[in-house]
């Protein structure tokens, strides 16, 4: 393959106040690095955007021992799926499919120790950053390792449309549990219904009350509670929480943009102690140990086509900042890819 | 013994709408009641009053099935101590002790099935309303059941001169936890340091901030916090709390007064996907299965003088009212104990 004469790259170039925007993020290309012995060079081809790269772009630390937030002028991106070009590693050769930590840009030189090779006749490329991705990994131990669902539990997912969303729910459905859904619009709610199979779906937009909304749609009421969303989500249906209820708090897309001080609050911890409530909060790596079992489960599940992750795949590295940014208003369903490799 | 003529009963007169006062409760006295075959008569003794009595006495479900609250009219109370004046029951004698749910009244009615007779040269009656009672079994589960302390953790305990608290934060030392108190007021807080022998003790009286106050006495940051004052205390300390923490609700004495609406809201829930944080909400009776376990390592701590409570002893049925609300103005250190038999 030939290469390009410069590797293009995206760094951090303005904390956002809000919402990001085309100020985020500028371009700082940089030349093509070159792998030393034992390394290979890998040229990007698969880039995700991913809402869970918003709260580092900001400096809101509310503990002194918090993350410490993105550098500006930091590479942004993560997981990336992408082709070996050049190898000093025998055994990977040109032309192999890799997935690893390789963030937004063209190249980056790479080793066997971070990069995983997979054969794209068995699964797509982008198999592995969505269901064997991030997503589909936070889904299955966010639902499965924090809150245990039994048969005929009833869970209800919010974001129901969105990457990990769509595939709690259709995990939780797999395990026999009654599934209810949260999403914005008639053609999210249609997919999540129709083409997810969720029990029930409501649309947040077309409800004035959505605890009220959910009590209807669960009138036995919630066991597990699968939050991608935020405080006020979780306020709303904490009164609707079953006895021994499990709250998995996954993201807060709603909240990531507002400073601490200006998000919601959640007020009805009452419940809490009244129905012997339990939350967690999901950091997926905690629980690599178990990364085979869900991998393993859900290559099943994908092959049974009880699986599946609607995925938009957008052309052009330019398009990542625009396709990140739709990530927060709603506009997006499922796992938002940008494919960079026809520049 | 000889009898009284009446029975003197406390009942809900009328519902309060922020802080209990004299209007809350009305004597509605009756008749003496008779024991049937295999019943026994307990003339009450001791009557603790007691801040988890408080959200029953109003009308605030926050969901469809939220506990009933206690009715217009209902006899009011729960734990009591007393002994057998009248019986039809061979395995209890006049002057035996037995502590039950016998309500704030002089005498009921009751049976082996659910009282329990103790010897009271053995403990002092009043330890089974305290130690090893529904305080005592709710520091102990809260802690060792939902929390899981370890060695050398930090455990934050809050309201550490009530009853409760006091106990958490001295189970929590004698497990080998460094444990920090947070209380109101100097005297409250020599005691949780001088005599309760917790590590550090937090006015937060004397704070502006107390979020910080607990960063600068735990440095390491808090693994444990067992929270008993409400939200705004759990919002100011999640900053604080380790990576793994674990929060127990056992009670929310700051705001069991306000309407749902108008409590403080918990702001700082990232801090639980960033820090993989729990929370749990703690309802004592579902760990009864403990219980034997917890009396038993309770008992010998007591022995061991590693574990005391904080009793204040209040002569007179008539003095409850004012006891109770005493509870929710800072003023009562540890147990608050009526005793009726003197009248």
New interface residues.
Partial sequence: MTLMKTNRRLVLARRPDSLPDASTFRRDDGAIPEPREGEFLVRNVFLPVDPGMR?VLSDVR??????EPLALGALVGYLTVGQVVQSRDPAFAPGDWVTDILFWQDYAVTTALTARKFDPQELSPTTWLGILGVPGLSAWTGLITLAAPQPKETLVVTSAAGAVGSLAGQIGRNLGCRVVGVAGGAAKCRFVKDELGFDEVIDYRSVTDIGAAV?HACPQ?VDILFDNV??AM??AM?????RGGRIT????IA?YHLP??A?????????????????????VY?HAAQFPQALGQMTQWMREKKLILSETIVPGFDQLPAAFARLFTGETMGRTIVRIDGD
């Avoid at 708090?249 to 807060?252: A, D, K, N, V, Y």
């Avoid at 959640?266 to 909060?281: A, D, V």
């Fill in positions: 709260p509310i503990g002194a021992d918090e993350f009590r009421g935020g405080n979780v306020d904490l009164p609707v929480m079953r708090l996954c993201g807060q909240d601490p001080a998000r919601p609050g959640i007020k009805n911890t009452n419940r809490f102690i009244t129905h012997r409530l339990s939350m967690r909060g999901l950091f905690d």
